[in-house]
């Protein structure tokens, strides 16, 4: 049974910087593309970035180019979200997932999720 587990979130001021991590076990991943997608309150589930286990390949979403960072370590099966020059509309519930494809932007096709780390940014 896969398991995934968030940490990292937290209060940052606009222009501040946060990494997230992601904890994965349950199977043998090296086939697998790992994802974060973010959900703001009122909103829907939205993409932010996937990457390949290998971290050879990776796909953001237009919102974060250039500001975020997906990365993996084989070794430890995490993965992580770096996010640099934060902006208030930043601020979301980050969940890590996987079962998707690469290209993969719509929620509905991750079968397994964490429980979401909390990410507030102030003005």
């Known amino acids: 049974q896969v398991q995934l587990v968030e940490s990292g979130g937290g209060l940052v001021q606009a222009g501040g910087s946060l990494r997230l991590s992601c904890a994965a076990s349950?199977?043998?991943?090296?086939?697998?593309?790992m994802g974060w997608f973010r959900q703001a309150p009122g909103k829907e589930r939205e993409f932010v970035a996937t990457?390949?286990?290998?971290?050879?390949?990776?796909n953001y979403a237009d919102s974060v180019k250039g500001r975020f960072t997906i990365s993996t370590d084989n070794a430890k099966n995490l993965v992580y979200l770096q996010m640099n020059n934060l902006k208030p509309e930043d601020t979301a519930v980050y969940y890590c997932?996987?079962?998707?494809?690469?290209?993969?932007?719509?929620?509905?096709?991750?079968?397994?999720w964490g429980q979401g780390t909390q990410v507030t940014v102030s003005s």
């Open positions: 990457i390949t286990w290998s971290g050879r390949t990776t």
């Open positions: 349950g199977r043998t991943f090296s086939s697998y593309v």
């Open positions: 997932a996987t079962g998707g494809g690469l290209w993969s932007t719509s929620p509905g096709a991750f079968g397994s």
